[in-house]
């Protein structure tokens, strides 16, 4: 569904209300026929590796710039096909996983049905009917929205500092609850500036002390000296899969000569409460705390680390709230700024933007969607005595 204008408070609970009431008809999607990613970019190459590890045979992938990409060592051994090389046969019996989010998906699969494909589903979809092998999580779908939730999720609607907020918050909750993609026109989903949208730009000075948490390979510490021409006071880049730190590394000797010693790179897991956790190492983007794995790590808390924060980003594929909760002591004594990604699992429906507009006192929180399908939501938490200097 596409919209002219944002949602204010009324509308936007209009709008949670109509969801609530429909029949919720979507579920996840096994692999019951030849398996094909559609996108050999980020998402793809992940998927590539995603399907190697639950053991699901993929037989080919589809690009567009399919002859770019099989100079590319890492597809070596895999046939990449261009659109016009598929035969209407394998269009109309295979599977095709999108492995599209920078792009709409409702447009993107209307074209290749016009293009003869007849088993169209996002990649996400699929890897939620495999949870049971594998954690990733993004393709949660939303049960039913009871009475007590939608009155949670009112109120965190009329909390949000902006009607673009209302806008990505009701366009997320489609999606989970519905598989729909609605869109507004005014509130245009944005791929390429997440955790640096332009109210928190606006407000950084050359003071800043980044805690980095989830920091993966490093991209957004390189992103935050960029934007902060390298004038900032400390970062913390908190990383615990080994193959993750190993690239950050890497990437922190190309990029940040003379920067270095405002470097702390911190190999720890961060959750509400210090204690022992099963991890799983070496999935990338997905590494994560789940039960799927049988390797026992520590767990620290932010208010543990001794670190004095003026911006904390937070990606830690479902643990954000329970690291916030961890870190509140921290939060109070030194007002960071917050981005914190709400995406991996249904806290992102109201709970973890509802624990910031309960426990984040004189603070403008946003919420700002940054790839399609569900997928790249970030809660934003900027304390008011910033946006007044």
């Known amino acids: 569904m596409r919209f002219e204008h944002a949602p204010d408070a009324s509308i936007a609970r209009k709008y949670i209300t109509e969801l609530a009431e429909q029949k919720i008809e979507v579920g996840p999607y096994k692999v019951d026929r030849p398996l094909v990613l559609y996108g050999a970019g980020n998402l793809g190459r992940m998927a590539k590796e995603y399907f190697e590890r639950i053991g699901v045979q993929v037989e080919y992938v589809v690009d567009v710039n399919a002859d770019s990409c099989r100079q590319d060592a890492f597809w070596h051994g895999v046939e990449i096909l261009s659109p016009g090389k598929i035969d209407a046969r394998k269009k109309s019996n295979d599977l095709l996983a999108v492995c599209v989010v920078n792009y709409p998906f409702d447009p993107l699969k ?5 293009q003869g494909w007849e088993n169209i589903v996002p990649f996400y979809d699929i890897a939620e009917a495999y949870r049971n092998r594998h954690p990733l999580s993004n393709g949660w779908f939303a049960s039913t929205i009871d009475g007590v939730s939608l009155g949670h999720i009112c109120h965190v ?3 949000w500092a902006d009607d673009i907020s209302r806008a990505h918050h009701i366009q997320f909750i489609a999606w989970h609850l519905l598989r729909e993609e609605w869109s507004f026109d005014d509130s245009p989903v944005n791929t390429e500036n997440r955790y640096f949208i ?3 730009i606006d ?3 050359d003071e800043e002390s980044l805690a980095d948490i989830g920091a993966h390979n490093g991209s957004v510490i390189m992103r935050f000296m960029e934007l902060t021409k390298g004038k900032f ?4 880049a908190v990383e615990p899969d080994s193959n993750n730190l190993l690239d950050m590394q890497k990437e922190m000797q190309k990029s940040a000569h003379g920067m270095a010693d405002k470097i702390d790179v911190i190999p720890y897991v961060v959750g509400k409460a210090e204690g022992s956790g099963a991890f799983f190492n070496g999935l990338g983007y997905a590494s994560q705390l789940t039960k799927l794995s ?3 790590v520590d767990i620290t808390t932010i208010d543990m680390m001794n670190i004095s924060p003026s911006f904390i980003k937070l990606h830690l594929e479902g643990g954000e709230l329970a690291a916030l909760e961890g870190a509140i002591d921290t939060i109070n004594k030194y007002r960071p700024i917050i981005a914190s990604t709400s995406y991996h699992n249904d806290d992102g429906l109201w709970r973890l933007p509802a624990w910031m507009m309960n426990h984040l006192h004189d603070y403008n929180i946003y919420m700002r969607l ?3 399908c569900g997928t790249g939501a970030v809660v934003y938490a900027i304390p008011e005595e910033r946006t007044l200097q």
């Open 198 to 200: 332009p109210e928190i």
């Open 370 to 372: 940054h790839s399609w």
């Open 110 to 114: 209307r074209e290749l049905l016009s």
């Open 157 to 159: 609607l009329e909390c």
């Open 203 to 205: 407000v950084l000075s």
């Open 233 to 236: 006071k400390r970062i913390w």
């Open 294 to 296: 049988e390797k026992l």
